[in-house]
């Protein structure tokens, strides 16, 4: 679906805000925002006012197996300190001294896994390790390697004992949900996470204008989200269809948002589903504003979050968009199970287009617990990395996205890894066996991510893979990917 600037529809960003500027307030000598690209509107995106910015405040108003153990210790220090291995983990780090205590403290953390793990395993090793290395961390000063090696060390502390879910680390229970944070702190560490790395605008930003692409002739719109969270990807598209220069009307939009079932009890499925119903109240008056015909529905999932596409109201004459959003760092996580209903159900419905951004989270084959466990820390020293690369000096505001978002991820992770769950894989792959065709990243969706990432550190890099995958990396390591799927059947 190669397709040249000049036949885009716009996508002006500036839609999450109040507030709109124009590309010619601002001097870049280096680029002509207006030559490049009539997708986006670049002040609006970076000014004073950032995405959605009034939208959310808003919402914040309302025994040792005959080892010693002791000597054992310092043999892995001291091999950290004298080797080169892992020195992907602490490319970043200040200093020599740094560099040295980054390596020990990968190794003494390799070192607990193994020990809890491993053949020779011994929970009263894991335990001496693990007690150093508390002696070493804080979840809130030092290095990257440092405040990184805490969360880890929090999460093999809450598998020595016995925990999983039920442990409670440092900063929050053993999952990656946010509803044990006070709800100011999660919108404020959301609006940190946006301004300082380009996760969150990616994946929106990307997803939309495919749809934007995919429905430039439609009359009606009809989008199924799986998990809308508090709707922030959807008001830069509502004005988007406002805001189109050429062809008909603003065509009528209706999102459809899935809400969990919450069978465990608890109150999890009618949290869900106010929190579901708010968001709606949130769009419909944000659409009503700029005269955007626009409606909003709900689809409850069973309680062990299968989804049945019988459940979903359907419209003749609407062009049906399928949207899932995967393990963005603000995500609670969906079981395996869940997300292959909801994918496996919306090829019954034959959609027009299928966007899909998931976390890259590297290999999930026959690694073990130790393997799986170094490419976890792996993937969040390039997260930790990239995010003080966008506040450098900002170190309460990186610890804040650090505690909410990223602690209990970490922790929730290895539990699932430890207990010998899946953890992510390539759902785009999973999509073209089911009978799923690719459709091509357009040309202007691949100049909009380019431009997007020269708002934030040069660290960021996007490529283009298997014609219809961009994927966000930091430096080498890849973070994030979104793809454009369609049914294989509208293809014969």
Known sequence: MDMSLDDTVDLDFSGYSTTTTTATDRDDSYCKWDD?????????????????RDLIESMMDDDSHGVNINSTVRDVEEEGCNSASTDTMVSDEDNNGSDFKGLRLVHLLMAAAEALTGVNKSRDLARVILVRLKELVSPTDGTNMERLAAYFTDALQGLLEGAGAKHMISNGPHRDDHHHHNQSDVLAAFQLLQDMSPFVKFGHFTANQAILEAVSKERRIHIVDYDIMEGIQWASLIQALVSRKDGPPAPHLRITALSRGGGGGGGGGRRSIGTVQETGRRLTAFAASI?????????????????????LK??????????????LPHFSYRAPDSVASFLSGAKTLKPKAVTLV????????????????????????????????????????????????????????????????????????WLERVGFKGVGISFANHCQAKLLLGLFNDGY????????????????????????????????
């Open 358 to 429: 998931e976390e890259e989270v590297g290999p999930t084959g026959d690694g073990g617990f130790v393997g799986r466990f170094m490419d976890s820390l792996h993937h969040y020293s390039a997260v930790y990395d990239s995010l003080e690369a966008g506040f450098p000096m900002q170190g309460r505001a990186r610890a804040l996205v650090e505690r909410v978002f990223l602690g209990p991820r970490i922790s929730a992770t290895l539990g699932r890894i430890y207990r010998g769950g899946q953890e992510g894989g390539c759902w785009g792959e």
């Open 461 to 492: 890099r996007v490529e283009e893979l298997a014609n219809n995958r961009l994927v966000l990396g930091w430096k080498s390591r890849p973070l994030l990917s979104a793809s454009v799927w369609s049914d294989s059947d509208l293809f014969n």
């Open 36 to 52: 490049w690209s009539p997708v986006v509107d670049w002040n609006a995106l970076s000014g004073e006012h950032d995405d959605f």
């Open 314 to 327: 359907l419209v003749r004459g609407e062009a049906l968009i399928i949207n899932c959003m995967l393990h």
């Open 291 to 311: 005269g955007q015909p626009f409606s909003f529905h709900q689809c409850r999932l069973d309680s062990d979050e299968t989804f049945r596409p019988t459940a």
